[in-house]
Every structure is written in structure tokens, then in C-alpha cells.
């Protein structure tokens, strides 16, 4: 059974960091891209960024773009999103997912439950 | 603004047919296949349709995808109280070199 278990999410201050982490299991990682997709209260899913299997190919959404550092371990089969200068609007829940193949621009087919990171003073 | 248009609400009831439309462009849409998403509150969103048109195993067959140039549609047919849930497409883009989602449609089954 693929499993996917997002952690690191908290209450930050505006301009602080946090480090998610996404553990997974029931496949074969290293074989998938893997998927950051957030979802701000009352808003709607938005991917964060993408990595290829051998992190070769990374991608980022442009309000991210600078301030966000997207990596893995394959051996330890985790996936992670660095985030750095956060705002309030990086407030949302924090979906880590698994790609249907290991190109980047394959699509999510596996979600994890989520991590809820809040900007606030 | 989402770089993928979907209506923001469908209603139907218990039975019914419903179509949800997803409209793109070139770079997106227009050169690449087409997930469908189906999200409820505080869960892990679920693949419902991949490359446009295949059901993964285990996603009922009221369930139907298809593409037609820079568009896509979701087709659920014999609904159910249980579809109510919030639905996404989404889809690659050469411009911005990334995953790109629609703003999602919030279904009502009446």
C-alpha cells in the first residue's frame, strides 16, 4: 500500500523557515518524481514544486521561486520542501505526492494527508 | 487566477449526469494529457483520472475523462451523495515548466 506521511508543518513567524519532510513507503521511490501541492484556507490546489527522480530536473512555482528549495533522499526515501522568508500567504496545508512516473512532468496519482504550516506574528 | 478555467460550482441530483469543463491552452492542455482530482475537506486528494481518460483501479466507472484540443471534461454520471467533493484538473505546462491546476469546481449533490 503506497503511504505518504508529511511532517514539519507549524506556526511560524513572517521571514522564518521550516523544513517539511514527506516519509514514504509501498513503492519504489526512486523510481517516481515526487510533488509539493499546497492549499491555502478557502483557496483552491496549487503545486509548489516538483522533483525528478534522480533530481535532475527540479521545477518551482513563481511565488516560491527563491525562497523555496525542494530536495530528496532516495535512500532514505524521503522527500523535502526547505522554506525560507515566509509570508502569511504561505499559509496552507502541504500536500506532499508521488508522480506517476520519474519525469517531472508526470502527474501526482498518490497524496499524503497533509501539513498545515501557518505564517502569522 | 488559475492558468486552467473551471466552473467554480455543479450541482446536480442523485442520478443525474454532470459534465465539469477544464479549459486550457497550448503549452498546457494543448501539448499535454490531463489528471482529474477529487478532493474532500481535510483529506488526501485522489487520482480519478489519468492521461486523460484512464480510470486507475478502483475509481468507479461512473467516472469519464476526455480531452478535445486545448479543453478537457470530467463526466460523472449516475450520481451519487457521496461525489460531493471538490474537483481539480490539472496538467503540465512548457511555459512555466510546471504543474499547473484549475481552480477546482465545488460539487453539490442536491
Known amino acids: 500500500e503506497v503511504q505518504l506521511v508529511e511532517s514539519g508543518g507549524g506556526l511560524v513567524q513572517p521571514g522564518r523557515s521550516l523544513r517539511l519532510s514527506c516519509e514514504v513507503s509501498g513503492f519504489t521511490f526512486d523510481d517516481h518524481a515526487m510533488h509539493w501541492v499546497r492549499q491555502a484556507p478557502g483557496k483552491g490546489l496549487e503545486w509548489v514544486s516538483g522533483?525528478?527522480?534522480?533530481?535532475?530536473?527540479?521545477g518551482y512555482a513563481d511565488s516560491v521561486k527563491g525562497r523555496f528549495t525542494i530536495s530528496r533522499d532516495n535512500a532514505k526515501k524521503s522527500l523535502f520542501l526547505q522554506l525560507n522568508s515566509l509570508r502569511a500567504e504561505d499559509t496552507a496545508v502541504y500536500y506532499c505526492?508521488?508522480?506517476?512516473?520519474?519525469?517531472?512532468?508526470?502527474?501526482?496519482?498518490?497524496w499524503g494527508q497533509g501539513t498545515l504550516v501557518t505564517v502569522s506574528s | 487566477q488559475s492558468v486552467l478555467t473551471q466552473p467554480p460550482s455543479a450541482s446536480g441530483t442523485p442520478g443525474q449526469r454532470i459534465i465539469i469543463s477544464c479549459s486550457g491552452t497550448i503549452p498546457n492542455i494543448g501539448s499535454h494529457t490531463v489528471n482529474w482530482y477529487q478532493h474532500l475537506p481535510g483529506t488526501a486528494p485522489k487520482l480519478l483520472i489519468q492521461y486523460n481518460n484512464h480510470r486507475p483501479s478502483g475509481v468507479p466507472d461512473r467516472f469519464s475523462g476526455s480531452k478535445s484540443g486545448t479543453s478537457a471534461s470530467l463526466d460523472i454520471s449516475g450520481l451519487q451523495s457521496e461525489d460531493e467533493a471538490e474537483y481539480y484538473c490539472a496538467a503540465w505546462d512548457d511555459n512555466l515548466n510546471g504543474w499547473v491546476l484549475g481552480g477546482g469546481t465545488k460539487l453539490t449533490v442536491l
Open positions: 522533483i525528478s527522480s534522480n533530481s535532475a530536473n527540479i
Open positions: 505526492a508521488k508522480a506517476e512516473r520519474g519525469g517531472l512532468y508526470s502527474g501526482a496519482d498518490y
